[in-house]
């Protein structure tokens, strides 16, 4: 995926470069392991040089696929670049202040950005001195200290607070209903914990979407699944001055490569018009030959080389799993029946005649050395 994160990247960067945006808000995951590879590890470093170059700060939380300790390495260092790493219980209250101009009564407004990293619950639920270890009481408690930071700023001058949270929410919840779901270990946290807040910028789904008017995931920039073939990949461009946010725009990404989901017998799938535009489009196929054809890969490779996945669901097949295993074994007439039978069972196609030669003889030669013994 390198080459299309960095496609990525270079549309982010001429963006922020065109629209003149102020910061950039990554609300984790920012790696998709603890321990990144190298390649990705210079890519995000060149991606924040760049991004500052551009005239943009940037704040980044973690998200559950990251160390947090080790994204969040020399983050006091990088405040002073330009980019501020929210990924610590104790920077939960520690906002990123960005002037907002003069409100209506002209008074001097800021934007104090807040960043709530992934909290694992048995983790953090001690320090955050929430009554139980569960995503929702971690996250209000999370939320309640930045409410209180905004309240004290709030006493010298207008403040809009903006809130980054790597986590599961749900439109479908409520603070209340969820205080007894949370019980049951439901992972998802409800809209209404960020109802104070000028705008929250979800992340944790993959797919883009606006729970809220002010509460929106912008989702990944990239499909990381071929569940995600039907998304249109993309962010938010939030507008926010002294009288809060009077403006949201979509932002579209333009996707490097197509993912195409086909289904069909080897045949057709190699000799059809209608699949031409896929050749060059990253695959997901699913052969419904009733005999799993031999180097299906390779085959099916050589009019789509960017088949990443291959999958079998055989015409038929149904009928045939209906027999159990051990029923066919019953039924199998001698020992060259039993392993044709397991051949079958476990590729989705018999014996071809070299093998069925190949294990005749095989069967016969542990015979004839038995009768030795
Ligand atoms: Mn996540």
Known sequence: MLEAQRNFVDQLVSFVEA??????????????????????????????????????????????????????FASRLLERGGVHLRTRIEDLDVPVMLPAGPDGQGNPATVAIYGIPFLEPRLVAERLE?????HFEVTLAAVERIKDDVAQRRV??????????????????????????????????PLDLFEDFSYTALGHLHGRQELAPHVRYSGSPLAYSFSEARHHKGAWLVEIGADGVPDIQEVLWEAPRTLAVLRGKLEDLLGSAEHAWAEAAYCHITLTDAQRPAQAMETLRSRFPDTLVLAFDPEGAEARSKTSYSTRLAEAEDDLGVCCGFLDHVRGRTAGEAEETALREALEAVRLEEAEL
């Open 156 to 189: 010298s001058g207008p403040v809009h607070p903006v809130v980054l949270a790597h986590t599961f929410a749900s439109g479908g919840i409520t603070s209340e209903s969820e205080r007894d779901l949370s019980i049951g270990g439901l992972g998802a946290v």
């Open 130 to 134: 929430a009554p139980s270890a569960t």
């Open 19 to 72: 629209r003149s945006v102020d910061v950039v808000l990554i609300a984790g995951d920012v790696y998709d392991r603890a321990l990144p590879g190298l390649d990705v590890v210079k890519l995000l470093d060149e991606a924040l040089v760049r991004i500052t170059q551009a005239g943009a700060k940037v704040v980044l939380t973690s998200g559950n696929h990251d160390s947090a300790i080790r994204l969040g």
